[in-house]
Structure formats: structure tokens, C-alpha cells
């Protein structure tokens, strides 16, 4: 935008030198210069709470990504531990389930028969 203008404003605005912006400013409306200033600085107001807001937004977001990254990796880490422990309860209980068939004699089916019934269930 222009910003040359307010200064120009100002000057303007200092007392009766021209007729059509005295005549403006006695009846109540105030010179184009004058709405115009007041324009700018509420842009400025509304631009530097912009700004404001943009930086904690942004620092929310940060701080919003890093809680999400560190859910991630307690997911993935307990997921990594469910996986070890299910793995680990399987082979305990394959062992202790061919240790419980090796130690009984095969009676009926042979003992490859009754392993793979084992696994089966």
C-alpha cells in the first residue's frame, strides 16, 4: 500500500488552509485524509494481533506435533512389547506342549499324529 499518505494527512489536518477540506471538517464529515489515517492504524491493529496469534498458533502446533510424535513411539514401543511377550508365551507353551508329549509314551495314534493334533489346538 501507500504509506506516504498519513504524513500528508497530518499536514493537511493542521487548520483551515484549503476550502473544500474546511468546509468538510464544519459539517461533521471528516477529510478523507482523516478516515483514511484511521483506516491504516486499525489495519496495523489488526495486523500485529495477526501476527500475535500466528506466532502462538505456531507454537501450538509444535508443541502438538512433538506430543503426537512421542504417542507414537509409546504406541509403537508397546506394540513391539505385546508382540515379544505374545511370541514368547507361544514358544514357552509349544515347548512345554512337546515336552508333555515326549514324555508320554504314544499310546493310539503315533507320535507324529499326536504332535501335529497338538499344534493343531
Known sequence: ?????????????????????????ASGVPKHSTVVQRLRQRIEGFRRHHNNCEVRRQQAQAQQIELDRQETLTLHQRCLE???????KQRQESASRNK?????????????????NTLIA
Do not use: I, W, Y
Open 82 to 88: 505385546l508382540k515379544a511377550k505374545k511370541t514368547g
Open 100 to 116: 508333555h508329549c515326549e514324555s508320554e509314551p504314544p499310546t493310539g495314534p503315533s507320535a507324529p499324529e499326536q504332535r501335529s
Open 1 to 25: 500500500g501507500d504509506f506516504v499518505a498519513p504524513t500528508a494527512a497530518l499536514n493537511d489536518s493542521g487548520g483551515g488552509g484549503g476550502g473544500m477540506g474546511a468546509a468538510a471538517g
